[in-house]
């Protein structure tokens, strides 16, 4: 409806009615007009019926609705189900074009005009939660796996003569496939145990610069957020280091946008040392489907040359989703969440370490990871080490996700290379454990159930430990 429609419709109904149905217009107008001027998440959230509007105006800009357009090439936005239309609100055509998927598309105004203000709009989130000195960034439709390959593969390109990755150690296939996808062999870096924490190994770090030359590197691949008793990498020093040697460093921050202590690594990295680029996940920071990451950095031009190396048109989605995600929350709704996720860190730490007291357990001593909590297993080990992969098991059927049980002398081997001590990122951690996160939009709730039930799978492991004994003395005694 525009001016001369409302015009039109005062002929209709009453033309004080028709100017209220104006001014209500006009409100929903001002907020678009606001975020296409600043190009920033709006400090508060809009109703679901603006975000609409928005994204119907955008999708009429898109050939594929065009009421009068002729389409005779083979992609030509046509969907053969309303369900599957309606459920990308007529965005057909994707982002980008085949060599390049920041580019604008002629056919599809609108789908282009959303995917920039996607992007500005997570730019803006990533400088007010920590990184503010971050220059670029762009929404990719692959998870974080495929996106740090994204990223190595880039930097071939620059250093065509690099055979290998350094990396510290973090068990998680993903991490180290995606190095292997890119082509390149990972020098993997055992991490040192300070306390209980796992930290970075920094002098094994330049021992292994200096022994393969710093030529040889791609890379340093670090990693930010993590499952205790790892912790993130010692990003600063890591960051000199690599500005000292002339060495890439591309950032693993997987789920650490919501945590300021993470952003804040990252900040001072780069004002200190040297990181190219850090890969953030949008599922585990955004709450919405997996399928997409932000791919950030300090140098426009590199990311430019990421978004460059991505072959061919990409889907919409991932940008889609966390779009009306950030405009529904707005700024102030996502800065809520990450406070009451910082709260509910400190809520579900007291609350483990009380129950791991009452079963002669203790919660592991690591301050330096901001999400990732984790309990001491010593005494179902004492058992056996059946009974500590049993309380996964259990957690699972009685709807506890998330919790991760972690026994000792596991071995993995992930694309040819066998870990030791698997999933609890050391050869031989001293003791099994389980951990517990507080996550973006964990509640209160989460954690009270999740208590409940681990301490009833305890006790019902204890009793079953205590019968056998009774039945068969001899076990224990060896």
């Not at 989130?125 to 796996?145: D, E, H, I, N, Y």
């Not at 953030?280 to 399928?291: H, T």
Request: charged share 20%; aromatic share 6%; glycine share 8%.
């Amino acid at each position: 409806m525009n001016i001369q429609n409302f015009s039109l419709s005062e002929k209709l109904v009453s033309s004080s009615y028709v100017r209220q149905g104006l001014q209500a217009r006009r409100g929903h107008e001002q907020l678009v007009r606001v975020l296409l001027q600043q190009g920033k998440c709006p400090e508060e959230g809009w109703s679901e019926s603006t975000v609409e509007l928005f994204l119907n105006e955008l999708a009429v800009m898109d050939s594929n609705n065009f009421l009068g357009n002729c389409g005779v090439g083979e992609r030509e936005g046509r969907v053969a189900s309303g369900l599957v239309a309606r459920r990308h609100y007529r965005l057909i055509h994707g982002i980008g074009r085949s060599g390049d998927i920041a580019a604008v598309q002629p056919k599809a105004a609108g789908s282009s005009l959303l995917n920039k203000i996607t992007n500005s709009v997570v730019l803006d989130v990533l400088k007010f939660t920590g990184v503010r000195s971050v220059s670029s960034c762009f929404v990719v439709p692959m998870a974080t796996g495929m996106s740090l390959t994204l990223c190595f593969l880039t930097l071939r390109h620059r250093r065509p003569g690099a055979r290998f990755i350094l990396w510290p150690r973090i068990d998680q296939k993903s991490c180290f496939k995606s190095m292997q996808t890119a082509g390149f062999e990972p020098v993997v870096i055992e991490n040192v145990l300070e306390g209980d924490e796992l930290r970075t190994n920094l002098e094994e770090v330049e021992r292994k610069i200096e022994e393969l030359g710093a030529e040889n590197f791609l890379c340093v691949h670090s990693t930010t957020s993590c499952f205790a008793p790892r912790v993130p990498d010692r990003l600063e020093e890591l960051a000199v280091l690599c500005a000292k040697h002339d060495i890439p460093h591309i950032v693993n921050n997987a789920y650490g946008m919501q945590s300021s202590k993470c952003m804040h690594l990252i900040q001072q990295g780069a004002r200190v040392g040297r990181i190219d680029a850090f890969v953030q996940s949008l599922d585990k920071n955004f709450m919405v489907p997996v399928g997409g990451a932000i791919i950030a950095g300090f140098d426009e031009n590199f990311i430019k040359e990421i978004s460059k190396m991505y072959p061919g048109r990409a889907s919409a989605s991932p940008s889609l989703d966390v779009l009306i995600t950030l405009l529904t929350l707005g700024a102030n709704g996502y800065k809520k969440l990450l406070a009451e996720r910082k709260e509910l860190y400190g809520h579900l730490a007291q609350e483990l370490s009380a129950l791991a007291e009452r079963h002669g357990e203790r919660l592991l001593h690591t301050p330096h990871n901001p999400i990732s909590l984790a309990m001491s297993l010593n005494h179902l080990q004492t058992h056996s080490t059946a009974a500590v992969t049993q309380l996964g098991s259990m957690l699972f059927t009685r709807q506890v996700s998330g919790a991760r049980v972690v026994p000792l002398g596991v071995e993995q081997t992930v694309s040819g290379h066998t870990f030791r001590g698997f999933m609890s990122h050391a050869d031989a951690y001293p003791c099994p454990y389980l951990n517990a996160a507080s996550a973006i939009g964990i509640t209160r709730d989460d954690i009270t159930l999740c208590i409940k039930r681990l301490d009833k799978c305890l006790k019902s492991l204890s009793k079953e430990a205590s019968a056998e004994k009774r039945t068969n003395p001899a076990i224990g005694l060896f």
